[in-house]
T-cell receptor, first 112, second 117 residues
């Protein structure tokens, strides 16, 4: 079974608004990563947060991690039409550090 | 650097045929993985390798074989194609982690779109 599950499955916002996506997972993790996938392309790494970190920033991206709730959130501020893509969280479990397990993704549409 | 290169980009097979999906990386990464992506299900791990000569099964290994004779190449073989294997296949690589933990991001190829009739 998949480790991470994203919520919502789909999100539609206006350009300039903020977009928030959530990820829940089931077991203890070493780190959690977020990836973006543009239509018809491979996944591109966005940001990695380790289990001992609570928040991380990269440009317009802000990621939080709550290990007690086994959840993470990705915030994209001041969204642009170019942010339209699918976003996936992926986890590395502490008992299986070789494997990166992906969730089912959130499809984000940013309307111009 | 070309990164991770997958060939072919598209393929149509008949049920029962066999084929090999190619994956090559030029970043000298030790770890390589194969995923399949189906609508609404995200990416599922098929097989992975932590170095030349070492492979292991992921979440959905049945019907697929892999080998890793070199660091650069990690081919995925479909032994007898079935319609249930219609999917988009992604190959990924990343460096060996430090301290035993996988704290390196993965690099993905652009995928192979496979249809089995």
């Amino acid at each position: 079974s998949q480790q991470g599950e994203e919520d919502p499955q789909a999100l539609s916002i206006q350009e300039g608004e903020n977009a928030t996506m959530n990820c829940s997972y089931k077991t203890s993790i070493n780190n959690l990563q977020w990836y973006r996938q543009n239509s018809g392309r491979g996944l591109v790494h966005l940001i990695l947060i380790r289990s001992n970190e609570r928040e991380k920033h990269s440009g317009r991206l802000r990621v939080t991690l709550d290990t007690s709730k086994k959840s993470s959130s990705l915030l994209i501020t001041a969204s642009r039409a170019a942010d339209t893509a699918s976003y996936f969280c992926a986890t590395v479990r502490t008992d299986s550090s070789y494997k990166l397990i992906f969730g089912s993704g959130t499809r984000l549409l940013v309307r111009p | 650097n070309a990164g991770v290169t997958q060939t072919p980009k598209f393929q149509v097979l008949k049920t029962g045929q066999s084929m090999t999906l190619q994956c090559a990386q030029d970043m000298n990464h030790e770890y390589m993985s194969w995923y399949r992506q189906d609508p609404g299900m995200g990416l599922r791990l098929i097989h992975y390798s932590v170095g030349a000569g070492i492979t292991d099964q992921g979440e959905v290994p049945n019907g697929y074989n892999v080998s890793r004779s070199t660091t650069e190449d990690f081919p995925l073989r479909l032994l007898s194609a079935a319609p249930s294997q219609t999917s988009v296949y992604f190959c990924a690589s990343r460096p060996r982690p430090h301290g035993g933990y996988s704290n390196q991001p993965q690099h993905f190829g652009d995928g192979t779109r496979l249809s089995i009739l």
